[in-house]
């Protein structure tokens, strides 16, 4: 099955994401708002706060040429905030001090320090860095904390990158990347219905899905998932569509989700949870 949203990757950078320590939520969410809009989210890497590993990383999703390319983590004041200078060493391109960047952290630290947030409002040299972007980058501002993302174009790809707190991910990406993505691909739609089924092992459902996927595709795709509610055996459905005719879509999901549960009750089946 061949879904149609442009191709979109995702880069999460983290040591605490490798260790255990931080659960991916940043990687779970982009997926999502990425697959609402329209996109597909085709890969999700996970890697270290090394330099080389990142630029090399970089290089490598960029030989893939997806449409966005947007990372998390790594923007920050500290050592091992390496994001940039990894971005930059894969792109070849040096880090320039970029002065909206720079006015909009000094105001940063002003707020914070008006507010008894900070100790000292001044520019270290700490601070500084988080205004040291990949050469032609855009800064993208943070209406929640301090380091700017950025967006930077390479080929066919724009690359995003955003700070790892979630709250700041998510601010920057609905009021700056979100139309970004709108403006680059255009108005893709993705079409989902979810029901719940009991007293029906997956295996036995395989093959009304297999008919189903046989008698839909390739609009849609069609994935079951096992639930735990013990005693009882129960299984989700979850049907989708992507594409820009969204009238066609529905159609089609409607009438795939409509056939499946006519075929689980035909099996003795019970759909308690309908979300279509």
């Known amino acids: 099955m061949e879904l149609k949203g442009p191709p979109f990757e995702v880069l999460s950078i983290g040591n605490e994401l490798l260790i255990g320590k931080t659960l991916n939520t940043n990687g779970r969410w982009l997926a999502r708002q990425i697959t609402l809009l329209g996109g597909f989210c085709t890969r999700m890497t996970v890697i270290r706060d090394d330099l080389e590993e990142i630029s090399s990383t970089f290089r490598e999703i960029l030989q893939r040429s997806p449409r966005f390319l947007i990372s998390s983590g790594g923007l920050g004041p500290t050592y091992d905030d390496l994001t940039l200078e990894g971005l930059s060493k894969a792109l070849g391109i040096p880090l320039k001090l970029h002065k909206d960047a720079l006015s909009w952290i000094i105001k940063k630290y002003r707020d914070l320090y008006v507010r008894g947030v900070v100790r000292d409002p001044g520019l270290t ?108 055996v129960t299984v989700e459905f979850h049907i989708t569509s992507q594409g820009r005719d969204g009238k066609l879509l529905e159609n089609r999901v409607s009438e795939a989700t409509k056939y499946l549960k006519e075929r689980v009750k035909k099996l003795g089946g019970k759909i308690i949870e309908d979300t279509s």
């Open 125 to 232: 040299a700490q601070r500084r860095k988080m205004a040291l972007l990949p050469l032609g980058s855009r800064p993208l501002q943070n209406p929640v904390g301090v380091a700017p993302g950025i967006l930077i174009e390479r080929g066919e790809t724009k690359i995003v990158c955003l700070p790892g707190v979630p709250e700041e991910l998510k601010s920057i990406f609905k009021d700056s990347v979100k139309k970004e993505i709108i403006r680059e691909i255009g108005h893709y739609r993705f079409i989902e219905s979810r029901f719940i089924v009991q007293d029906i092992s997956e295996s036995s459902l395989a093959p009304i899905v297999e008919e189903a996927v046989r008698a839909y595709s390739p609009l849609l795709y069609i994935k079951t998932h096992p639930r735990d509610r013990s005693p009882n």
